[in-house]
């Protein structure tokens, strides 16, 4: 099964986030410093509705209201 989202990917998304460290994304998303290190380690596959929430945050922030 491929991964629903590239270390790459998960990195930008926190830069675009403003989330400068791995425990400040944990903290947001309620996962653990540790999670987010795998993921970023491409040891772990991001789960679907991780890589599904930050996507649409990022969206969400290009929309003007």
Known sequence: ????M???ELR???RKLGYKTQ???AAAI???RSAVSL???GKVGVP???AMLLRMLVGAQRRPY
């Open 1 to 4: 099964m491929l991964a629903s």
């Open 30 to 32: 309620g996962v653990s």
């Open 23 to 25: 425990a400040d994304l």
């Open 39 to 41: 993921w970023l380690e």
């Open 12 to 14: 930008n998304l926190m």
């Open 6 to 8: 590239a270390p790459e």
């Open 48 to 50: 679907r509705p991780v």
